[in-house]
């Protein structure tokens, strides 16, 4: 090519470079112009299913466009989050999602977690609560390493295989002192299966929350036996916190929005801007802790990030102590 050549089509490329960057900010300017697609991992109906859209509706009045949520169900809620991964990032496909993310790539599922996104904000969190059955010699969870010790290998505690339960037990037993040895981890497909195993007895303790437990506190099938959250929550105000009774631990499923990497950052912020005004709203915030026995902790940007690194830390932690059998 000669040089004038070459000078040509430098020039075109820097024009062609320079109209695209131009294209880009106008659509940043303006965005958001469609609809957008929120992913949801899971199928409907469940908490994360209906927090999410709760919240997305109110939120959308602040974006101008309708927030459109999507259940993609399957593999262990990285269908939908590999989906949203490779999407493209404009910002019209959005995901809503969880401590799932970390945990599927802990257990060998993926091979990507939390930093293959971009983190928008932490939404919600749902505290749990390790429970048993109404009679069982244990009422409350400091009882619980003096029971394992007095029936070694005889205890039994039900969890999800890799899910957020496994992982509780796991960090459950290193703060309280249990030896993972002594005790019978039984797994089941999911929530419902461990509810009725609990009521039937089959196993000894499970982990609920709000959500999938609290009609069962209520009317006193199942006792829970600690709240793991800095506070005791407002509708179970004579439940102690696990601080309370010496085990250092908090755990909760902690729901926030995700955009694919790459999402320019005023994107980001629009959609973060739009999410903190809806949780704003007094009946929203209602909605979430009495309905759903959740909590709303709004955290953008950096915040965010510094949550989800420490997050994902704990969670390797407990993960040391898992065999996962994939």
């Given amino acids: 090519m000669t040089r004038s050549k070459l000078a040509l089509s430098t020039t075109l490329a820097a024009i062609g470079l320079t109209s695209s960057m131009a294209l880009v900010s106008t659509a940043q300017a303006d965005y958001p112009e469609q609809d957008i697609r929120l992913i949801i991992p899971y199928g409907p109906g469940g908490a994360t299913d209906i927090i999410f859209r709760l919240i997305s509706q109110e939120a959308e009045q602040y974006l101008g466009e309708s927030i459109v949520p999507v259940n993609m169900a399957g593999a262990g809620a990285t269908l939908g989050s590999r989906n949203v991964k490779d999407a493209s990032p404009d910002g019209y496909t959005l995901l809503g999602s969880h401590d799932t993310i970390a945990l599927s790539k802990l257990a060998g599922t993926v091979d990507y977690s939390y930093d293959a996104f971009e983190p928008i904000a932490l939404l919600t969190q749902t505290i749990n609560i390790p429970a048993t059955y109404a009679g069982h010699a244990v009422n409350s969870a400091d009882e619980i390493a003096d029971y394992v010790s007095e029936n070694p290998g005889q205890v039994r505690f039900s969890m ?53 437990g609290g009609a069962f506190f209520e009317d006193g099938t199942f006792k829970p036996l600690g709240i793991a959250h800095p506070e005791r929550l407002d509708s179970m105000p004579d439940v102690a916190t696990l601080r309370e009774q010496g085990i250092a631990m908090d755990h909760s499923t902690s729901r926030g929005i995700f955009a694919p990497k790459g999402t320019p950052e005023e994107v980001l912020d629009a959609v973060a801007q739009a999410y903190g005004q809806a949780l704003e709203s007094e009946q929203v915030k209602s909605r979430i802790e009495n309905e759903f026995g959740s909590v709303v902790r709004f955290l953008a940007g950096d915040d965010y990030q510094a949550f989800l690194t420490e997050n994902e830390a704990a969670l390797s932690a407990a993960a040391e102590n898992i065999d996962f059998q994939n």
């Fill in 160 to 212: 999800i295989p890799s899910s957020t339960d496994h992982f509780f037990w796991a960090q459950f037993f290193e703060e309280a002192g249990i030896d993972m040895a002594n005790v019978r981890l039984v797994g089941y497909p999911d929530t419902g299966q461990q509810v009725s195993a609990l009521m039937a007895e089959e196993v000894d303790f499970a982990m609920f929350n709000l959500p999938s």
